[in-house]
């Protein structure tokens, strides 16, 4: 076994997200995993926070185990600003040198990341699913694991020779730890060197509305349509089975390219991560980019007419059918079930 | 108002089951996959030329790519573009977004002179979304990402509208500046037939990496931050059970199951 580097203390880094005074939940997630990171590399773990009157975040930051809070506090901040941020956040960088940078693929996350990994001249991995400590040689590295091609093949991505080792990570892949209490961790508030250049390009503005319906990632059944569906001529069936078991609709890729579904619709990789009781997927193949988006689903149920399509590799009970038969067999079926129960 | 426009050749979605990775080489195989324009860059080609028609000024389309993605290019300028450049060279090859980006703002230095840099959002077969704002910062130029809207208070300055969650950010850029559009923006022009004929009479330009003036270590793999480690397969937990046969039948079956599992 090699041991991990104690020569400098090395340090783990997660960019805590913040709006309007909220924590965004994926920094919290990311909280999680890199504290498993931190164990496994012998390395601190700390947060950075960028705005202005966070300290309640920052003492939030603290109840989860962070070792320390880089906050970053001045009224310029208030908004999200992304040369601003950028500017200051890889200032903190060029600073302290963290091992790793871990970022929420939220739009402001993936707006923000790759400028910093730009500025201080590393690389970056987008959308990662999952990250591990691998010995790379004596040398303790972060892979950073990505959906491939052609059904059911991942890929590990590294940065072998640049620090910080950066990487996204979308909304629900990871799961918000548990509070420590009294975890003793200190924040250090950085008082950051603004300049005119930082904002030449200003948020001016930032609207933030509610959902107009319950986002896909909150439903106990999600029915998820592919691109198979087009077979149907329309999803009138496939929202006819989720109103019946009071799920979600959503949906794969294509679905998004041709405007049947919205952008907060689509589950994968670059979509969103669910973890629902029952996940239904119609029609559709089961590309590794999109049957990550439900990895955490209890149940999957699928239907698709190739049985070779890899989407039966992922599923607790496959049927092998055609959509325009079998779909309307299904609904028949839940709606027995549901009066009989 | 001069802009380029970044646009990249990627696979056909439509055949993207049929991709698989090279276990050595674990680069795409793509032998006999058609290849298209990014879709979403030809809202940028279309948000290019409308701005061209107002402001007057030259539009030029600009890739990194192998020597077939002339034909976006191609493309790009039978939508109406003025001008074409390809950066095409072996030293290229195997760029992450960080080199890539490296490499676009390296050439738009020397070549393409401009008050605004349009790019797609984000691309379809590698869709990081990290282009765009690696590249802005490559130029030294502020940016904004995710833009659905754009509207030029003077010729100077740009409101941009980004789509974020549940919302949108207004943004104030002063050119020159770098924005990525996504698909909400236009609805990108067909090509007419004069449009394609004026082609033939376009300037599409070829560079490779000796007339970039960036010493080879910062293109290609070579310049790339990050690689792939390990290719593997990945399997979920599940039950793996199948049904075929006569619909009813099957559909009773599978919702007994779940019943039976407590999924439903
Ligand atoms: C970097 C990257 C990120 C990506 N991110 C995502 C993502 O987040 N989410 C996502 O979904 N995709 C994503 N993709 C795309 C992904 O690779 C697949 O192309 C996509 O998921 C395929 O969608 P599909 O299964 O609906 O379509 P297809 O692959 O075309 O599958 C359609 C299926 O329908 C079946 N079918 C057709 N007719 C019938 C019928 N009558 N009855 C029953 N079955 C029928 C076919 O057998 C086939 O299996 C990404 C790709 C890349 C490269
Ligand atoms: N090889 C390339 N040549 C020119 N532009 C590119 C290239 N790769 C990406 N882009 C631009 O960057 C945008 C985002 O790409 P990506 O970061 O891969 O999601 C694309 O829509 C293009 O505008």
């Known amino acids: ?341 | 108002m001069d802009i380029v426009v970044c646009i990249k050749q990627v696979p056909d979605p439509d055949y993207f089951s049929q991709i698989v990775l090279d276990p050595v080489t674990k680069a795409i195989r793509r032998e006999g996959i058609p290849l298209i324009m990014n879709p979403v860059d030809r809202n940028a080609i279309e948000a290019a030329l409308q701005l061209q028609e107002r402001f007057s000024g030259k539009v030029t389309v600009l890739t990194m790519g192998p020597p077939q993605s002339r034909e976006a290019l191609e493309e790009g300028l039978a939508m109406g573009a003025e001008e074409a450049v390809l950066l095409c060279d072996r030293a290229f090859a195997g760029a992450d977004a960080f080199a890539t980006a490296y490499t676009l703002a390296a050439a738009i230095k020397e070549f393409c002179p401009f008050n605004l840099v349009l790019c797609g959002s984000e691309t379809v077969d590698s869709g990081t979304k990290m282009v765009g704002p690696m590249l802005a910062e490559f130029l030294d130029i502020p940016y904004a990402t995710n833009v659905r809207a754009m509207n030029f208070v003077t010729e100077g300055i740009c409101l941009a509208e980004t789509a974020i969650e549940n919302g949108c950010m207004k943004v104030e850029l002063g050119l020159p500046a770098l924005i990525t559009v996504n698909k909400a923006i236009n609805e990108p022009r067909i090509p007419t037939v004069l449009g394609i004929m004026q082609v033939a009479s376009k300037k599409l330009l070829m560079y490779g990496a000796n007339g970039l003036g960036v010493p080879p270590e910062k293109l290609g793999l070579a310049g790339s931050p990050t690689r792939v480690a390990s290719l593997f397969d990945f399997k979920q937990k599940r039950r793996l059970e199948t049904l075929r046969g006569d619909p009813q039948h099957v559909a009773s079956k599978a919702v007994a199951k779940l019943r039976e599992w407590h999924a439903v």
């Open chain 1, 1 to 341: 076994m090699v041991r991990p580097d104690m020569s400098r203390h090395k340090e783990i880094w997660v960019y805590a997200e913040q709006t309007a005074g909220h924590l965004a939940r994926v920094g919290l997630e990311l909280l999680g995993k890199a504290s498993e990171l931190s164990d496994k590399l012998g390395a601190g773990l700390a947060c950075v926070l960028v705005g202005y009157r966070g300290e309640k975040l920052a003492s939030e930051l603290l109840s989860y185990g962070v070792e320390k809070v880089y906050f970053v506090d001045d009224p310029k901040l208030e908004h999200y600003q992304n040369q601003a941020y950028a500017g200051v956040v890889a200032d903190l960088v060029e600073e302290h040198r963290p091992e790793i940078f871990l970022f929420g693929a939220t739009e402001m996350g993936e707006d923000l990341a790759p400028c910093i990994a730009a500025k201080v001249g590393t690389g970056l991995t987008a959308h990662c699913v999952d990250l591990r400590i691998e010995d790379c040689d004596g040398a303790l590295i972060l892979h950073q694991t990505v959906p491939g091609w052609g059904g059911g093949k991942r890929v590990d991505i590294i940065c072998p020779r640049k620090r910080p080792q950066m990487a996204t990570v979308k909304p629900g892949v990871f799961t918000v730890p548990r509070h420590k209490r009294n975890a003793g961790g200190k924040i250090l508030r950085v008082t950051p060197q603004l300049h005119e250049k930082h904002f030449r390009a200003r948020t001016v503005e930032v609207q933030k509305g509610q959902a107009c319906e319950r986002p896909v990632e909150e439903a106990e059944v999600v029915v998820a349509a592919g691109w198979g569906v087009n077979s149907l001529g329309s999803l009138d069936l496939v929202r006819e089975l989720s109103d019946l078991l009071r799920g979600a609709v959503a949906g794969t890729r294509p679905l998004l390219d041709k405007g049947l579904i919205t952008q907060d619709r689509m589950i994968g990789q670059s979509g969103k991560v669910v973890g629902p009781n029952l996940f239904i997927s119609l029609g559709a193949s089961g590309a590794m980019h999109f049957s990550t988006g439900f990895e955490r689903a209890k149940f999957v149920l699928a239907v698709d007419q190739n049985p070779q399509a890899p989407i039966f590799q992922v599923a607790d009970v496959g049927i092998i059918g055609d959509l325009r038969e079998v779909l309307p067999c299904l609904i028949e079926e839940f709606r027995k079930l549901k009066k009989a129960m």
